[in-house]
């Protein structure tokens, strides 16, 4: 066995399958994340109430990491706009993880007051849609021409 038939390509297998076009940035870390992110949106928008919270917290996971993953990036290159785009990320973390903890409230008590998290939830869905466009248009672009005009590379390229 030689050295590298044991490395684990951390990379293996990542996909950008199912994202758009225009949300391509090509850079192939960020362009799997943000494939996952699209298709963890679509498995809220598409599950039923009974499995809508477990799909809720699965993209607040995702999205967690993800978030995390580019503002250590940004950290590490020192990129100017940074706090600018963590604080988009804090704003949208802040509020999926309030409206999920009132939706687990509410289940808990369904005789209690305050009802409609549900409904606020497949509300939010539909609102990040409609965010995750602009923000990987401006901000995450942003991003990714600062990774490529400063040599900053997650995926090198095979060798020829």
Known sequence: MTNTDSYADPYAGLSAEGLPDDLRLGEPVTDATHAEFLQLLAAMENADDAGFLAAFEEWIEHT???????????????????????????????????????????????????????????????????????????????MVEHMKANGFSLVEAPAA
């Open 64 to 142: 967690r990491h993800h978030f995390e993953q580019e503002e250590q990036w940004m950290e590490a290159m020192q990129f100017g706009p940074r706090f600018c785009h963590t604080n988009e990320h804090q704003g949208v973390m802040s509020v999926a993880k309030a409206l999920r903890d009132k939706i687990v409230e509410e289940r808990a008590d369904p005789e209690g007051p305050g009802k409609g998290a549900l409904s606020l939830g497949r509300r939010l869905t539909g609102e990040l849609s409609g965010w995750f466009d602009n923000h990987v248009k401006s901000m995450d672009t942003m």
